[in-house]
């Protein structure tokens, strides 16, 4: 973004450490004050509000409680798993047009994968055509329209969040926690 502004790369980059800073201390700070203003056990729902706190010490709990044998499998697992990332990784570093990426890999087992699937494959298949037919001068000039697709979102979203907050109303959830 610095390069296309012409802005200082120094400036963004402490810009954004600056909102991220930001960001974390006002996260900490609205959970404090909603829990405590509402009643965390008693008014807040969902698993989001209230089951990553105690997610740690309740698995650090059962295993000092109840002890077990380390898990073989789940070793083998993740060194499997290491090795394929690793893999793809290298291969996509020295073959050029190599389609498949670790990250890709890596993320593809997760809880999230069911919801994000859908969008993953249009944008790769719309970056696809948009590269095979209109190449680079094609993908440059499509990247304003795709950033704002996302901006968009980010804006609208937050938006209603906000004007649920100020009416005191419920707001549309991709899940039920």
Known sequence: MAQVSRTSMRGLVAAMGLAAFLGIIMTFWV???????????????????LGFGGEAYNRMS????????????????????FLIAAGLMLIKRTVYGWPFH?????????????????????????????????????????????????LGDFVVGGAWTLLALYFDMPIYSLWNG
Do not use: E
């Open 31 to 49: 959970t404090l004050h909603v829990s405590y203003h509402l009643g965390a056990a008693a008014r807040i729902h969902g698993w989001s509000s």
């Open 62 to 81: 059962s295993w000092i409680s109840t002890p077990t044998n380390p898990d073989n499998q789940a070793r083998t697992g993740m060194v499997v798993g």
């Open 102 to 150: 670790a990250l890709g890999f890596s993320i593809s087992g997760g809880w999230s994968m069911i919801w994000a699937w859908l969008s993953l494959f249009v944008a790769w298949i719309l970056k696809s055509l948009i590269l095979r037919y209109g190449g680079l001068r094609g993908y440059r000039a499509g990247l304003p329209f795709f950033f704002g697709i996302i």
